[in-house]
């Protein structure tokens, strides 16, 4: 395994549980921070093949819709499930993590493009790709990136995320997970909460 291959997957499950485990009470500004960062190696490792890896943005903006609202049903059901079964708390501390207004929402667009071009660009499509790894390997490294909350449901919900995130950019691309990323976020924090 080359050893640029090795830094890609362990970067980011590194950095997300530092900011998990020590930076929780500000995790959407830590997040994007840390996003432009990875998107940044990303993008040097990515090179020429970062283009491919985005996707044709004309035919992203259905796919990106589509994931989103798929996003959201199946954090609805994890909701509805969460609080069958006694773990509804654990959705209302990530809420209560998250404060509103117009820069928390333009620190997720960052962290959503910077997440995607990093998890499911550099990792997802070109790492694990190239070490012959299936493209939903990646969804287990960004669960294992979420640990450190000290929230299990929250590395669970991380895992269902990165697996519908992870085949819409295997199938259309970094841009089109991107849009489904970001107006997921926005519906669940902004225009329909769950909590």
């Known amino acids: 395994m080359k050893l640029e291959y090795l830094v890609v997957a362990v970067s980011g499950p590194l950095a997300f549980n530092l900011i998990m485990a020590h930076a929780f009470d500000e995790i959407v500004y ?3 921070f840390t996003s432009i960062i990875l998107a940044s190696l990303s993008a040097v490792m990515l090179g020429e ?55 928390v929402a333009a620190a997720l667009a960052i962290a959503s493009l910077g997440e ?15 070490v012959g790894l299936p493209w939903w390997a990646s969804s287990l490294l960004y669960a294992s990136g ?7 449901l929250l590395a669970l919900a991380a895992l269902v995320a990165g697996l519908i995130l992870g085949f819409i950019a295997h199938r259309w691309g970094i841009v089109a997970s991107a849009i ?4 997921w976020l926005l519906t669940v924090f902004y225009i329909a909460p769950l909590a």
């Open 30 to 32: 830590a997040v994007a």
């Open 49 to 103: 093949d970062l283009w491919k890896t985005l996707g044709n943005p004309r035919r992203a903006l259905a796919p990106g819709i589509v994931g989103a609202l798929g996003l959201y049903a199946a954090f609805f059901i994890g909701d509805v499930a969460a609080g069958l079964l006694g773990m509804d708390w654990q959705v209302r501390e990530v809420y209560e993590a998250v404060p509103r207004g117009i820069t």
């Open 116 to 130: 995607e071009l990093y998890w499911r660009g550099a990792l997802q499509e070109v790492a694990l790709r190239r």
């Open 146 to 152: 979420h640990i450190a909350s000290g929230l299990p």
């Open 180 to 183: 489904s990323h970001y107006l």
